[in-house]
């Protein structure tokens, strides 16, 4: 759903943050992860893969079927309702907004509502290939109109509004009708950039010659054509390929929202990030439709050690080998085409044709190497408050529970192991586990780092299709860290770190922190080769399937499902007030709950929790950051709420004022707080200091962090623990 008007080509900063935070792809449990990178990163589309023809797709289509309905968790029938659903389910997927279909094009793919179940028994593309075609037409149809109607100025004289969301909207009953909505949001965008100039020709420190409504006019429509046009060209790029994953996931997800085909390359991308690493020259790039460029350069790499590739170059060709190899020309290539050049393996040679910022070209030999991606491990640093030595904190960060599943060598486990002996020997009092954000990952390795906290027991159940719960247990007997513990999270915290801290709260080890609920996935999901169950080699490589076929357990029995973990203590937070969580998808699995299994510790017991939380509240109730964060929570909430926008020339300036002058109170919000004292380990300084973009990106990481008032009040938490301690301890 579009909460908020797409504008392309420019930045909402709200509009960001929610699409990143609700509608990025979350680290999925057991072996799941954010997909979106290639050499290192780029914007990765995921509908790509090898050549097809019609008896590879009827392979395809019935191999995915036979396992849905041999492995699945909850399998369904595939009968009338399936096939209603996925036609509902496809619909929405291609055109959610409801800008390209008319009632007349769904009425041509009706008949084909209560069939999809036989066609994909069959193996068959009937209504597929109907929607290619009538998309297709639509593309090139919708293609015409905004050029024609970005061709002549906009009369914004009249009372006119767009409806932003489609899904509060139905289907065009016609061209004429659809042209109309078209007209509408040609007439958003560039009225939205009309207003933004006109706002920055107001400011005080405005520099240039101002110009006049209808020169501005003239120039944003230029701009929006330019948008749509580069949108429209990657649109039309999409090949058979990328078009059929839409329908087989549209197929797969009403099973559940975890299960998805993933193609042989959407497949290797999930195991680089799994991993956290690849080979390759370590580089970032982005596209803009025509060109390729280098955002950043992976301090380490490959690129890094050469030395001449930098930021802001453009690539302009691709060879293998040396130098005096064949070059390809990869101008207006689709990023992830232009990565599957770029990318190799180890110890071979790649050359690249680039333009520098001052326009002149280089030819650049590098010699390809296991790029290791740093910022997505666990890293740690000391917390203070004011100058009190003696309540050293420690702070560990994990953005997701990753793991090298082919050489086993990296894993979260292991790393949050050794930064917790490095935070021992800086001798903190307590440590604090921020797990906001993280989307999950590894299943054996959540266990293994829930038994640094506490001695042998169980940590989570799982139940299996048709077979007795499995209890997962941590065998080791050993407390690594027996001190005092919070765990952090927030509405984006999912799946393995749901199991972690539910686990900590349940043995009532460590004081669960943060938004008011975590993400509610609580389900294991594994991936199956699809080449396994296809006997004919001809239509291989099919490429995998992950499936979802186990739900986790609380050892109480509970389940995190739809619910996710409730935190002790709530802070104040964004997105509170915002539905986002798993009950929020198409087709989730039940809340369902199982017997309890015994369990005990005895490492720690927090004195007080009650009084922990009475102290939080307290602080926070007269914290007036918080409660801006507690305001723009319900600002954020009305937005969502409110997608109709007004269309007539000065209603928008109006409204458009109103809006910045809304979200003006909440620009720079978090300032540094003055008595939040961060520092690295003594640990890390050398590694940190070997280059100066480790620098930068270190400066950057803690800059940020002593704004995180979240962060500081959990610090003041762990101090109030500290206190209420010492006094049980002088009562004893």
Not at 151 to 174: I, R, V
Request: glycine content about 6%.
């Amino acid at each position: 759903m579009q909460i908020f008007p797409r504008r392309l080509g420019s930045f909402d900063l709200d509009k960001f943050l929610y699409d990143m935070k609700i509608k990025s792809s979350l680290a999925l449990f057991s072996i799941v992860g954010i997909l979106g990178l290639v050499l290192v990163f780029h914007e990765y589309n995921p509908f790509s893969g090898p050549g097809t023809s019609p008896e590879r797709d009827a392979a395809l289509l019935r191999t995915i079927s036979q396992v849905l309905t041999r492995g699945h968790f909850q399998p369904k029938e595939m009968d009338d309702t399936f096939s209603k659903s996925v036609y509902a389910l496809y619909l929405k997927d291609v055109d959610n907004g409801k800008r390209f279909l008319t009632q007349a094009d769904v009425d041509q793919l009706k008949p084909y509502e209560l069939k999809l179940d036989d066609q994909a028994k069959a193996g068959t593309f009937e209504f597929f290939n109907i929607s290619v075609s009538i998309l297709e037409a639509s593309l090139s149809k919708t293609q015409t109109w905004y050029r024609e109607i970005l061709a002549s100025p906009f009369d914004f004289s009249k009372n006119d509004e767009l409806q932003a969301d489609g899904e509060k909207l139905k289907w065009a009953k016609d061209d004429a009708e659809l042209r109309a909505r078209w007209e509408r949001w040609m007439k958003y965008e560039v009225l939205s950039r009309i207003t933004e100039e006109q706002d920055k020709q107001e400011k005080p420190e405005f520099k240039g010659d101002k110009k006049d409504f209808e020169t501005l006019e003239k120039e944003q429509r230029e701009k929006v054509l330019d948008v749509y046009n580069k949108w429209f060209k990657r649109m039309q790029k999409l090949d058979h390929n990328r078009r059929l994953e839409i329908y087989l996931n549209a197929i797969t997800n009403y099973f559940d929202p975890h299960t998805g085909y993933y193609s042989p390359r959407e497949k290797e991308n999930f195991d680089i990030q799994m991993s956290g690493k690849l080979e390759g020259i370590g580089a970032r790039l982005q596209s803009d439709g025509e060109k390729t460029s280098v955002t950043e350069i992976v301090p380490g790499g490959p690129a890094w050690k050469q030395g001449v590739l930098q930021a802001k170059d453009v690539i302009l060709k691709v060879a293998q080998g040396e130098t005096d190899a064949e070059s390809v020309d990869i101008m207006g290539w689709d990023i992830d085409d232009v990565v599957s050049k770029i990318r190799g393996s180890k110890d071979t040679k790649v050359t690249l044709t680039v333009q520098k910022s001052d326009g002149s070209e280089k030819i650049i030999t590098i010699i390809r190497d296991v790029v290791i991606m740093e910022e997505g491990f666990a890293k740690s640093l000391i917390l203070n408050e004011g100058s009190a030595e003696q309540d050293r904190i420690g702070y560990i960060y994990l953005p997701k529970f990753y793991a090298d599943f082919e050489s086993g060598r990296t894993s979260c486990a292991q790393d949050v192991a050794a930064e917790v002996e490095k935070l021992k020997k800086e001798s903190v009092k307590g440590i604090i586990l921020d797990l906001r954000n993280n989307g999950g990952g590894s299943l054996r390795y959540v266990v293994t780092m829930s038994g640094l906290f506490i001695e042998e027991g169980p940590i989570v159940q799982v139940k299996s299709r048709d077979r007795a719960t499995e209890i997962l247990r941590d065998n080791d007997s050993r407390v690594q860290w027996g001190g005092p513990l919070i765990v952090m999270v927030n509405g984006f915290s999912a799946s393995a770190s749901e199991i972690l801290a539910a686990a900590m709260q349940d043995y009532s080890r460590a004081i669960i922190v943060g938004a008011s609920s975590t993400y509610g996935k609580g389900t294991v999901q594994r991936f199956f080769d699809l080449d396994n169950a296809a006997a004919d080699n001809r239509v291989k490589p099919l490429g995998e399937m992950k499936m979802t076929i186990q739900k986790f357990y609380r050892v109480t029995g509970k389940t995190t499902q739809l619910d996710g973990v409730i935190p002790d203590i709530v802070l104040p937070d964004f997105y509170n007030l915002l539905k986002n969580g798993e009950r929020d998808n198409d087709y989730p699995l039940a809340s369902t709950t199982i017997e309890p299994v015994p369990f005990k510790q005895s490492a720690y017991r927090i004195a007080d929790a009650n009084q922990l939380k009475t102290n939080s509240q307290t602080r926070v109730k007269a914290d007036p950051t918080f409660q801006k964060v507690s305001d723009n929570a319900v600002r954020l909430r009305k937005r969502k709420d409110d997608s109709v926008f007004p269309l007539q020339g000065e209603k928008f300036r109006q409204w458009n004022k109103k809006q910045d002058e809304e979200a003006e109170q909440f620009d720079n919000i978090f300032k540094p707080i003055e008595s939040f004292k961060i520092e690295n380990l003594v640990a890390d300084l050398p590694q940190i200091q070997q280059d100066t973009a480790r620098i930068a990106r270190n400066d950057s990481w803690i800059k940020d962090r002593q704004k995180d008032i979240q962060l500081y009040e959990t610090l003041r938490i762990m101090l109030d623990m500290l206190r209420i301690d010492g006094v049980a301890a002088g009562k004893n």
